[in-house]
């Protein structure tokens, strides 16, 4: 059974930081590329980044570049999401994915073999 569980969402103040951790079972982590999205209020969910199967290629929302970043660690079976400098707008329900090799549009929902359950941010002073 594959299971993508997030953790780490919360309440925080305008210009904070939170990390978001994404535990991952029932595959070889090592052969799938990991997705963050997210899913404001209202809107529809919009991929905000993206890391390939060796950590060693990464992708951008132009929204969040610089102030975002993905990483994993396939020993640990994790995947993380740090985000500083957070804005009101950041505000959604953050969700992890997984896409098994190499996808074409990693920031589109259809790669996505497997998703996690969401977990919320609030960025709120």
């Known amino acids: 059974q594959v299971r993508l569980v997030e953790s780490g969402g919360g309440l925080v103040q305008p210009g904070g930081s939170l990390t978001l951790s994404c535990a991952i079972s029932g595959i070889t982590l090592a052969y799938y590329g990991i997705g963050w999205f997210r899913q404001a209020p209202g809107k529809g969910r919009e991929g905000i980044s993206y890391i390939g199967r060796s950590g060693g290629s990464t992708n951008y929302k132009a929204s969040v570049k610089g102030r975002f970043t993905i990483s994993r660690d396939n020993a640990k079976n994790t995947a993380y999401l740090q985000m500083n400098v957070l804005k009101p707008e950041d505000t959604a329900v953050y969700y992890c994915?997984?896409?098994?090799?190499?996808?074409?549009?990693?920031?589109?929902?259809?790669?996505?073999?497997?998703w996690g359950q969401g977990t919320q941010v609030t960025v709120s002073s």
């Open positions: 994915a997984a896409v098994y090799g190499l996808p074409i549009a990693p920031m589109r929902e259809f790669e996505y073999d497997y």
